[in-house]
């Protein structure tokens, strides 16, 4: 089942709100680590897997690619990237799952926290397999299996009565697949896999290793907002450099 989460209505504007805050863990830890491990993309064709409102896109483009395509299924997320849409840049209605290209179209494809929505990674690997240039490269983060795993209660940080975090439980590592949260609204869809099987993945449909980070903040942000520091108890992040 493909779910369409971020149309709903509820979902849009809490996911929005969090997105907004200044030293989120996307925009503290997630971005940074993902804009780090970029290859030179001058002159690349690039491909952006659940694009959102195509900030990531937007940043690729001005670095220098030849042309990048947005693509997400949430209308609601092409309509943010939709406003000024630089030259070179263009977004598709799509789930990543339905997409069709022709073999080595692309040098480099990037995904930033959607893979956890897909439910095959084995399919989808080796359909950006076929459809990287040889020497291309697939970059992508994923929520980390720690944070994927538990379900029901033992979802989240267990706290102690005054609130405090105690620890992060972790529970059914091996048991694979889909998982329904409460996150801003009931009824959220992701898909758990442990690192082996998301390694494997890639391993078995061709791609080599270059990259694979679990970031955490700098040790200046983690001055400025403390909370950061949780991310050296559970990592929130996984990140996967490979290529072709
Ligand atoms: C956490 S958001 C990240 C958005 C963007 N990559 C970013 O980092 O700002 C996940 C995005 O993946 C999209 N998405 C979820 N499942 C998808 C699928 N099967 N195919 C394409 N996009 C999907 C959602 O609509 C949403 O825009």
Not at 31 to 55: F, K, N, R, T, Y
Not at 67 to 87: R, T, W, Y
């Amino acid at each position: 089942m493909k779910q369409n989460i971020y149309d709903i209505p509820g979902f849009f504007e809490s996911y929005q709100r969090m997105r907004d805050k200044q030293h989120g863990l996307n925009a503290v830890l997630e971005q940074p680590a993902i804009l780090a491990l970029l290859p030179e993309v001058q002159g690349m064709s690039v491909l952006d897997l659940g694009c959102g409102a195509g900030e990531l896109c937007r940043r690729i483009s001005a670095l220098g690619a030849k042309n990048v395509i947005g693509v997400d299924i949430s209308s609601k997320m092409l309509e943010l990237a939709a406003s000024d849409i630089p030259a070179g840049v263009s977004f598709q209605h799509s789930a990543m799952e339905d997409l069709k290209f022709p073999v080595a179209t692309f040098d480099l494809v990037v995904s930033s926290l959607a893979f956890h929505y897909v439910k095959d990674l084995k399919d989808l690997a080796n359909n950006i397999y076929d459809w990287l240039k040889p020497g291309g490269f697939l970059l992508f983060s994923t929520e980390h299996p720690v944070s994927t795993c538990s379900q029901g209660i033992h979802h989240g940080w267990i706290k102690d009565s005054a609130g405090k975090k105690l620890y992060w439980p972790l529970d059914e590592y091996h048991l694979e697949g889909i998982r329904e949260s409460h996150w801003f609204v009931k009824g959220v869809i992701k898909y758990h896999r442990g690192i082996s099987t998301i390694l494997n993945s890639l391993l078995e449909a061709g791609f080599i290793i270059k990259a694979v980070e679990e970031p955490v903040a700098s040790e200046e942000d983690e001055k400025i907002w403390p909370e950061l520091k949780e991310a050296r108890r559970r990592p929130p992040f996984f990140i996967v450099k490979v290529s072709k």
